[in-house]
């Protein structure tokens, strides 16, 4: 039996807050007014299923509607079903969640507690390959890719000739010689929490973007094993120091759309455990959030790069900047003439 858990009315307050903020297309809106709902509730399996989930992962408010989302798509996809939940009102979301938490399924809970919603978008490693490409030349390069999620991006990166690997980028700012010929990724390794699982990734895109969902699974299909030199271990990005193969191993480490899901302390963790297993004058490379960005607001992806010498790292270099969140429009950065100088 399901054990009773009173959900406070702050909670409900929050929840409802968040989804006011939402604009009225947002398919997340319909589902954070039902879980408003639900923990305005007293003694109620979905109510006691929320509580719990929240004791047992405790998570920022506007992190419940999103988590919750990707699991329902994840949930159907497994089970071969197709409904458009971002057509879904609240009370047909209301419905489905006391069915959800009513069932207890544990394929379901597993995936709410430990799951991370992850946007893999092919494109934002593009400008790994043009760091790559400046900074390394035709010299054979070892590179580590901390949170690969689907690991076909270093794939991608190591393949392709022109851009073609990535597909509907604009880079009519871009010189062409910063991009042409291929990377020689003589080893690569991605590492992340959870085993690549192409189901999970297409169900954390929202019903409005249908057509990246396409996208990921035709690269899939093309990349997918194309370098054999190119590996995955589940490590956690705060642990990489904890292998002792890895130290000092790697040219070039990059981490795309995950610096934002840590905390400041994370952060410095993982700056410290990228500083292990760098090589002496190795380069690390992020794409993310810009700093003090929310990602429920309009943004552009910002590259920056950084040298790490002997575990030190240099300033920041601001490479390159994409004008919108699937990395469609990619514009040079501020330093990106004096990257191109200093190789």
């Known amino acids: 039996m399901t054990e009773i858990v009173e959900a406070t009315q702050g909670l409900s307050a929050q929840i409802l807050a968040q989804a006011e903020r939402y604009q009225d297309n947002h398919p997340h809106k319909s589902l954070a007014f039902a879980l408003a709902d639900i923990a305005a509730e007293v003694a109620t399996p979905a ?15 506007d992190h419940i ?14 089970a071969c079903v197709s409904r458009d939940f971002g057509a879904m009102t609240s009370e047909e979301w209301k419905k489905y969640l006391l069915e959800l938490f009513h069932a207890n399924n544990p394929d379901i809970m597993k995936a709410l507690r430990e799951r991370n919603v992850q946007s893999f978008i092919l494109r934002r490693y593009f400008p790994a390959k043009m760091f790559a490409r400046i900074v390394f030349g035709d010299d054979p390069i070892k590179v580590l890719d901390v949170g690969c999620s689907l690991n076909f991006g270093l794939q991608a990166v190591s393949v392709d000739q022109g851009g073609e690997m990535f597909p509907g980028l604009n880079v009519q700012d871009i010189p062409q010689e910063a991009y042409s010929g ?6 690569g ?60 191993q790697f040219d070039l480490i990059i981490a795309s759309g995950m610096l934002y899901q840590l905390t400041p302390e994370e952060e410095k963790i993982f700056l410290q455990q990228i500083g292990q297993v760098a090589k002496p004058k190795a380069w690390f490379l992020a794409t993310d959030y810009p700093r003090g960005v929310s990602y429920k607001q309009p943004f552009s992806y910002t590259t920056w790069a950084q040298q790490v010498i002997d575990t030190k790292f240099s300033e920041q270099l601001e490479f390159i900047n994409a004008d919108d969140p699937f990395t469609t429009v990619v514009k040079p950065g501020k330093d990106f003439v004096a990257i191109k100088d200093r190789k």
């Open 65 to 78: 509607a999103p988590i919750i989302f990707a699991t329902a798509q994840y949930a159907d996809t497994q």
């Open 182 to 187: 291929r990377v020689n990724v003589s080893s």
């Open 189 to 248: 390794l991605g590492v992340d929490l959870h085993e690549p699982d192409i189901d999970w990734i297409t169900s954390c895109i929202w019903p409005d973007h249908e057509r990246e969902k396409d996208l990921i699974r035709q690269a899939y299909e093309r990349l997918n094993g194309q370098n054999p030199n190119i590996t995955f271990r589940k490590i956690s990005a705060l642990e990489l120091g904890k292998y002792p193969e890895l130290k000092g």
């Open 47 to 61: 109510n006691s299923g929320l509580s719990a989930l929240l004791k047992d992962r405790p998570m920022a408010v």
